[in-house]
């Protein structure tokens, strides 16, 4: 479970980034973040799993305080960021092997998992090859297969689906879909709003780092007969 309280991000002492935004993921529910460009997603993410400070506020991960028990909170959480470009020089299964040290998974565990995630996404024959030959999408999805390597309840993921071929972008939807209906809750960005639609049980739409919206797709359809997702979402962004 995510929970997110009043917090606020400042860059440079005047961009308020994010803007006492508060909101809640439950388990079992896939959770769409959405908002114009600049809205405040990645900084919104990058608090959440502790790679940046907030400067109010209360973040916690299946109730751990992601700035007082940094490592339990991080234990739970699977992060794909918005890049996929590092550690290059590493072949594949060098990557995988490498953050399932960090999380200590034993190595048949460990192989278990990566094993079946790459063999849904068509990367397993090339998983001795350096990450520097992978596409993008190559990269994208070897990242996914790390981030899940320690089987972890809460994943985050920073516009997860960019790049990916349509097999790939249906097994990841499938694959988000499987883990919050086992219990699990997935946060995720995207400015797909055709995905949001169809995948999410709940959407989040921020501008300049306030909360516009938080509820379920059919609360807000319902609050406006007839329009599309895109209609609505730009609608609520321009008059803001
Ligand atoms: N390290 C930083 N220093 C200064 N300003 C920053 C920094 N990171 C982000 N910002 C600013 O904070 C605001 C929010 O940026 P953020 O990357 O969170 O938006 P976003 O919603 O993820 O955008 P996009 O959809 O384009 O990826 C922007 O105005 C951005 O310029």
């Given at each position: 479970m995510?929970?997110?309280?009043?917090?606020?991000?400042?860059?440079n002492n005047t961009l308020k980034a994010v803007d006492d935004l508060s909101f809640t993921v439950n388990k079992g529910e896939i959770v769409g973040f959405i908002g114009p460009n600049g809205s405040g997603k990645t900084t919104t993410i990058k608090m959440l799993t502790g790679i940046l400070s907030s400067d109010s506020g209360e973040i916690s991960i299946n109730g751990h305080d992601i700035k007082r028990e940094?490592?339990?909170?991080?234990?739970?959480?699977?992060?794909?960021?918005?890049s996929p470009d590092m550690f290059l020089r590493l072949k594949g299964i060098e990557f995988l092997n490498f953050i399932g040290d960090i999380y200590k998974v034993p190595s048949d565990v460990r192989k278990k998992r990566f094993t079946e995630v790459c063999d849904r996404f068509g990367l397993t024959d090339s998983l001795n090859a350096p990450m520097l030959s992978y596409s993008h999408g190559m990269r994208q999805k070897i990242m996914v297969a790390a981030a899940l390597v320690h089987n972890p309840d809460v994943w985050i993921l920073d516009e997860p689906l960019i790049g990916l071929d349509p097999k790939s972008a249906f097994e990841l939807k499938a694959m988000m879909r499987e883990h919050a209906d086992a219990g699990n809750c997935v946060f995720f960005s995207t400015h797909i709003l055709e995905v949001a639609e169809k995948l999410c049980d709940k959407v989040i739409i921020i501008k300049k780092g306030k909360s516009l919206y938080d509820g379920t797709l059919d609360n807000l359809c319902s609050q406006n007969t007839g329009k599309s997702l895109e209609q609505i979402f730009l609608e609520l962004t321009e008059n803001e």
């Open positions: 995510i929970k997110f309280n009043n917090v606020t991000k400042v860059f940094p490592l339990e909170a991080k234990k739970s959480i699977g992060y794909i960021a918005d």
